[in-house]
């Protein structure tokens, strides 16, 4: 039998350190810096084959230049004679990611699905605390996550901002929630908390749907309205085509809600999903060395791949 493939697509944030109090339900928060490694997660899987997509960098290098590299990566490993050449099983191949890596890995996915040319289509796709959607800056974990460790509400607008510009205008447009033009506002169907996150999750909070802005800024910058920068905003035919899904949200993240929204959309059009949610988690967790936190979602990562790849 052929060995599974799994692409893994990392992100590492360098973070300089900024002290700010921590949720009191975080362990060892003494010991909470970034830390980054992904080389101990799968050593105890013996016949799988990883391979590591690099891609170009933003503030250098913007948007599609990304989602262009990692797919052609993908598109080069799927082809018949690359896959025999390292002994995989076709059959069993997944793409996987964190962050700015889950949501590069939820693009290719979607974009595979779609592509007559690629013979080989992905069994699973694991998603670990992606970030899935710039369109609302004002989720309710954003709005709760001023004080989240290592990754705040305005951290990520200028992360999101900078993977479409240097232009820190679209940056303060998002701070403000005012950046997606009346003729877009359509696409807020599809990141629409108010219908699309569970009830524990809303805690209290009003929809308020983003205020329209400019047009011009969308068409400088047309990336943050694209499917492929933000796979939340795929259309539901698309979505119920995608494989066996794993995605890990965090409490404590800026990043959960669209996690949680993706969750709801694919089990909404029947895709089978399996969801972990992290009660004391916050946004890099799962990559944090010496964490008894962190070896927790490995494990339970590892065993939903072990049993679904």
């Given at each position: 039998?052929?060995?599974?493939?799994?692409?893994?697509?990392?992100?590492?944030?360098?973070?300089?350190?900024?002290?700010?109090?921590?949720?009191?339900?975080?362990?060892?928060?003494?010991?909470?810096?970034?830390?980054?490694?992904?080389?101990?997660?799968?050593?105890?899987?013996?016949?799988?084959?990883?391979?590591?997509?690099?891609?170009?960098?933003?503030?250098?290098?913007?948007?599609?230049?990304?989602?262009?590299?990692?797919?052609?990566?993908?598109?080069?490993?799927?082809?018949?004679?690359?896959?025999?050449?390292?002994?995989?099983?076709?059959?069993?191949?997944?793409?996987?990611?964190?962050?700015?890596?889950?949501?590069?890995?939820?693009?290719v996915t979607q974009q595979l699905i779609q592509d007559p040319?690629?013979?080989?289509?992905?069994?699973?796709?694991?998603?670990?605390?992606?970030?899935?959607?710039?369109?609302?800056?004002?989720?309710?974990?954003?709005?709760?996550?001023?004080?989240?460790?290592?990754?705040?509400?305005?951290?990520?607008?200028?992360?999101?901002?900078?993977?479409?510009?240097?232009?820190?205008?679209?940056?303060?447009?998002?701070?403000?929630?005012?950046?997606?033009?009346?003729?877009?506002?359509?696409?807020?169907?599809?990141?629409?908390?108010?219908?699309?996150?569970?009830?524990?999750?809303?805690?209290?909070?009003?929809?308020?749907?983003?205020?329209?802005?400019?047009?011009?800024?969308?068409?400088?910058?047309?990336?943050?309205?694209?499917?492929?920068?933000?796979?939340?905003?795929?259309?539901?035919?698309?979505?119920?085509?995608?494989?066996?899904?794993?995605?890990?949200?965090?409490?404590?993240?800026?990043?959960?809600?669209?996690?949680?929204?993706?969750?709801?959309?694919?089990?909404?059009?029947?895709?089978?999903?399996?969801?972990?949610?992290?009660?004391?988690?916050?946004?890099g967790a799962f990559t944090l060395h010496g964490y008894k936190?962190?070896?927790?979602?490995?494990?339970?990562?590892?065993?939903?791949?072990?049993?679904?790849?």
């Amino acid at each position: 039998m052929g060995r599974t493939i799994l692409l893994l697509i990392s992100v590492v944030f360098v973070a300089y350190y900024v002290y700010t109090p921590l949720p009191g339900d975080i362990e060892e928060p003494w010991k909470l810096i970034l830390e980054i490694t992904t080389e101990n997660i799968y050593k105890n899987l013996v016949s799988l084959v990883r391979t590591n997509s690099n891609y170009g960098l933003a503030p250098k290098y913007h948007f599609p230049r990304q989602f262009e590299d990692v797919y052609s990566a993908l598109r080069w490993f799927l082809q018949e004679d690359i896959l025999e050449r390292y002994g995989v099983d076709p059959r069993r191949v997944g793409v996987a990611g964190d962050s700015a890596g889950g949501n590069l890995a939820a693009a290719v996915t979607q974009q595979l699905i779609q592509d007559p040319d690629v013979k080989t289509k992905l069994k699973v796709q694991a998603l670990i605390y992606p970030a899935l959607q710039a369109l609302d800056i004002n989720l309710p974990s954003y709005q709760e996550g001023s004080y989240f460790p290592l990754l705040t509400p305005s951290v990520m607008a200028r992360f999101w901002s900078e993977y479409f510009t240097t232009d820190r205008t679209l940056e303060k447009a998002m701070l403000l929630n005012q950046h997606v033009p009346l003729e877009s506002s359509h696409l807020l169907q599809f990141v629409n908390w108010s219908s699309l996150l569970p009830e524990r999750y809303k805690k209290g909070h009003v929809y308020k749907s983003p205020t329209p802005g400019s047009s011009e800024l969308s068409k400088k910058y047309p990336g943050f309205l694209d499917v492929k920068a933000c796979p939340l905003l795929a259309n539901d035919n698309t979505l119920s085509h995608l494989p066996l899904t794993y995605i890990i949200t965090c409490q404590y993240d800026v990043l959960r809600d669209d996690g949680l929204m993706y969750v709801t959309r694919l089990q909404n059009v029947g895709v089978q999903v399996t969801h972990h949610h992290i009660e004391n988690g916050f946004h890099g967790a799962f990559t944090l060395h010496g964490y008894k936190i962190a070896h927790k979602m490995q494990n339970q990562y590892l065993s939903w791949l072990m049993k679904n790849l």
